[in-house]
């Protein structure tokens, strides 16, 4: 499958696009939203949106972990970089992300010890080899990553680290959904479901968005036809009027989801009264504190950070893109005050990010050059 | 570090939740920990998100995942390189 075997992909692709304008009725706008910056980064790079009729729009959601982390964590978390005998680990991708005074990348060049991990294992590592040092771990992504800071935690709690912390800033997906469909600046027509994300919480729960909100879901995996089957399953439900949640993705996710990533997640964390995401303003219970029983391994309790909030830059519109009220190039330093070099959003910063997913592969149509153009 | 990429479990490290697995030719030691209730075994094909095994797939899906994640040019060539990268400090 999925576009490598050229000829055969196409042929499918074309087929399945044939079954989408078939389905698809004249006259009717189709929105989906796509929740997960993996599928933001497919469509773009394969062109998805040329297999798709006029009318059916794919509008990019807050799945982009990277992305909705407000600029008052990255300032805390320089906070943090800035203390002395203290080491920062990151995901590579949040080096660049800018907060309210420069980015990590900027922290580092200053003299702060901030260094790139590929897993919060290897933070934890960091910290065993550098006992004269205060290692922390700015941890972030949605269920798919908590459960590896979660696994982590009880590794250092076995080996009694004393040198090593975690910055929490995990945030939990089914939340942030669901403030999506309560706000009425975008009326939505279905969802693809994130697929790594549900092959830790499964599909129930999404029940709520085709039970309260009649809008069907499709859990999807990454590769363009399975993009294009999780849109044509969407308008066939919509066709024969059904709202439910399907699993396009059963190759890899279990409608259970993982029973015990769920289990190490609860056991080493729980749910924060209310947490902000860049765009979306504060959701209550939408992302995760550590457990007080982890106290010890808890940047938040060990430091005291100032906790400010930061307003994005106003020429900044990630928020309304990562709504999926503004498409990318519709913002107004799209390309040319913001780009990936030198970004001033967190949507142009990472990989998965809408805004540097369109910026890489510009799929500009003729329609939407005259769009960007106007 | 959004990318999950599939890898062969190679051996077991005894007394420990770690395996070393093969991605695409680069040897790893990630942790199993996660998907130890589904049993695991040499041979089997895991997805691995920053260091941990998610969940166990089929040998089929773990090659077209491998050649779909290959289109995908610098997001996964970043990836990779991330797995590849010695913790910081560490050295051999």
Redesign the interface.
């Known amino acids: 499958?999925?576009?490598?075997d050229e000829f055969r992909d196409r042929k499918i692709a074309r087929d399945l696009g044939a079954e989408i304008a078939r389905l698809a009725r004249p006259g009717r706008q189709y929105k989906f939203m796509e929740v997960c910056?993996?599928h933001t980064?497919t469509i773009y790079?394969?062109g998805i949106e040329d297999y798709l009729p006029q009318n059916v729009t794919l509008v990019h959601g807050p799945g982009?972990?990277?992305c909705v982390i407000p600029m008052g964590r990255i300032d805390d978390a320089m906070f943090i970089a800035r203390q002395p005998g203290v080491t920062l680990?990151c995901?590579?991708?949040m080096m660049r992300v800018p907060g309210g005074s420069g980015s990590f990348l900027d922290a580092s060049a200053g003299g702060a010890d901030v260094?790139?991990?590929?897993?919060?294992?290897?933070?934890l590592?960091?910290a065993q080899?550098?006992p004269d040092r205060h290692v922390v771990f700015m941890a972030?992504?949605f269920e798919?990553?908590a459960?590896?800071t979660a696994?982590t935690l009880l590794r250092a709690a076995a080996d009694n680290a004393s040198n090593f912390s975690v910055f929490c800033n995990h945030v939990t997906i089914v939340p942030a959904i669901k403030a999506i469909l309560d706000s009425p600046d975008l009326r939505l027509d279905g969802f693809l479901g994130p697929g790594?994300v549900s092959?830790?919480i499964g599909c129930r729960p999404y029940q709520f968005i085709a039970q309260e909100f009649a809008r069907p879901v499709v859990v999807a995996g990454?590769?363009p036809l399975d993009v294009l089957d999780s849109v044509r399953l969407l308008l066939k439900q919509l066709e024969e009027g059904r709202c439910e949640v399907e699993n396009q993705y059963t190759?890899?996710?279990?409608w259970d989801g993982?029973?015990?990533?769920i289990e190490?997640i609860r056991r080493t964390m729980e749910l924060r009264p209310h947490f902000e995401w860049r765009g979306l303003g504060f959701i209550s219970q939408s992302a995760l504190r550590l457990r007080e029983e982890f106290a010890r391994f808890d940047a938040e309790r060990i430091f005291r950070l100032p906790g400010v909030r930061v307003a994005d830059p106003k020429a900044c519109q990630c928020g309304e893109v990562l709504k999926g009220v503004l498409k990318p190039w519709e913002c107004k330093v799209f390309g040319t005050a913001c780009t990936p070099e030198t970004p001033i959003g967190t949507c142009m910063v990472?990989?998965?990010g809408a805004c540097a997913a369109y910026y890489?592969f510009g799929r500009f149509s003729r329609e939407r050059m005259q769009e960007v153009v106007r | 570090?959004?990318?999950?990429i599939p890898g062969q479990i190679e051996r077991l490290i005894p007394g420990t939740?770690l395996a070393t697995a093969d991605v695409s030719g680069v040897k790893r030691n990630i942790?199993i920990?996660?998907?130890?209730?589904e049993g695991i075994a040499p041979g089997d094909w895991v997805?691995i998100?920053?260091?941990?095994a998610?969940?166990k797939?089929?040998e089929e899906?773990a090659r077209?995942?491998l050649?779909?994640l290959q289109?995908?040019?610098?997001?996964f060539a970043?990836e990779m390189a991330?797995?590849q990268?010695k913790?910081?400090?560490?050295s051999g």
């Open positions: 499958m999925r576009f490598v910056g993996g980064h790079k394969h982009c972990p990277v680990t995901f590579g991708d260094r790139m991990v590929y897993s919060p294992l290897d933070a590592r960091v080899r550098n972030i992504g798919t990553t459960p590896s696994l790594h092959t830790v990454f590769e190759r890899v996710v279990p993982n029973a015990k990533a190490v990472s990989s998965e890489n | 570090m959004c990318l999950a939740d942790n920990g996660l998907v130890e209730p997805l998100h920053v260091g941990f998610m969940s797939i089929d899906e077209t995942s050649e779909f289109t995908m040019g610098q997001a970043d991330a797995m990268q913790p910081p400090g560490e």
